[in-house]
């Protein structure tokens, strides 16, 4: 009986070996202490995500033999200050099947027409100074300038078509040429507004030191107020290019864009220069962003950023940053935060905050 068991035993580890399949989980732990003033206004909290989402996950591959495999990520955003983000892998869940044809990949996960505001910004579109308090203006239940609420940072029942990048990796960064392909059903009834509805394009060329990459897309979304009070179904179109180039450990960097809708005076056109200078164990991230509006007094607002970033150990890091944004005309941008805003530094819910502002944090990251 024992040799019967022993036997078996082989055959089950041979099974999986033969499969090669893995399950990881993974994550990161990021908490600061950030101060904001803007508009006479004035508050310092603890929050998170100041250099990297926080956020705790589950992958896996098998593969099917052939060069074919399927992969499976699956990824909760989290607040570890106050413990509020809901446990529901809305930071991504995603399913798919890759091969030497590319990658198919099926659920919630970035919008490719958004990628470049984040590949390209020093930051990461993260903390203080992330340059998404310029390109992605947009507090939950509210839109403005020209940003779609419901994709502008993640998109639901989401199809792809990825080629020149890792299989079930995040996709900012390919290698060679690489391509992505994006549409998302709005799964709406009859007759009902296809809230949620979109198509996008991004492609690049990654090779040496350098990284071009450019998109357009397209959705449709409500405008003003989300829900019942929704004043019109809106078309939201946005693209953008970006492009950096890497020496000795340094990195130039650099993005341009355009964000429209068919809603009178919502577009704008945002542009945005950046570097990460290498020093020691760390590096100093920098960056300058301006966006400007086509509304009849030209309201517009340009932020500039610094910070440095120092690595204890490959997987632990401390680090500081400072931002300040100044708004013209009417201007009412004001600092998100990163991790999909989920912490409006100086709002409680409208984006509502105008003159100069000034942020700084101080903060600690892991990576497990």
């Known amino acids: 009986m024992k040799k019967i068991f022993i036997a078996l035993a082989a055959v089950a580890f041979a099974s999986a070996a033969s499969a090669q399949s893995s399950v990881t989980v993974f994550g990161v732990l990021d908490l600061d202490l950030a101060h904001f ?211 000795d450990g340094n990195s130039v960097m650099g993005h341009v864009g355009i964000n429209d809708s068919n809603m009178p005076n919502s577009r704008y056109s945002h542009w945005a220069v950046g570097a990460q200078i290498r020093l020691g164990l760390g590096y100093f991230p920098l960056s300058y962003i301006a966006t400007r509006r086509n509304d009849a007094a030209g309201s517009s607002s340009a932020q500039i950023g610094a910070g440095y970033v120092y690595n204890l150990s490959k997987r632990t890091a401390v680090y500081t940053a400072v931002a300040h944004i100044a708004n013209k005309s009417g201007a009412t941008n004001t600092f998100i935060g990163g991790n999909g805003g989920n912490f409006p530094a100086l709002t409680s819910g409208l984006i509502s905050s105008p003159g100069n502002g000034t942020g700084y944090d101080f903060g600690v990251r892991t990576i497990f």
């Open 37 to 247: 003033s803007q508009n006479g206004l004035s508050k310092t909290v603890e929050s998170h995500s100041g250099n990297m989402p926080s956020r705790l996950g589950f992958r896996g591959t098998e593969d099917l033999g052939g060069g074919y495999s399927a992969h499976f990520y699956l990824a909760s955003g989290l607040s570890p200050d106050d413990a509020s983000a809901a446990f529901n892998f809305s930071f991504r869940s995603t399913l798919s099947l890759a091969g030497p044809f590319g990658e198919i990949r099926l659920g919630r996960d970035y919008p490719v027409g958004s990628l470049n505001q984040g590949a390209f910004d020093p930051f990461g579109n993260m903390g203080v100074a992330s340059g998404a308090n310029l390109t992605l203006p947009v507090v939950p239940g509210v839109v403005a300038d020209g940003i779609n609420p419901l994709t502008s940072i993640r998109v639901n029942n989401s199809i792809q078509y990825m080629w020149g990048f890792a299989p079930n990796d995040l996709t900012f960064y390919g290698n060679g040429f690489y391509g992505d392909v994006q549409a998302a059903l709005p799964e709406n009834a009859k007759g009902t507004p296809p809230l949620g509805r979109y198509t996008g394009i991004r492609v690049g060329y990654a090779v040496g030191s350098w990284n071009v990459a450019g998109a357009y897309a397209e959705s449709t979304g409500p405008y003003g107020t989300l829900g019942s009070g929704y004043m019109a179904v809106t078309s939201f179109k946005e693209s953008n290019l970006g492009a950096s180039y890497s020496f």
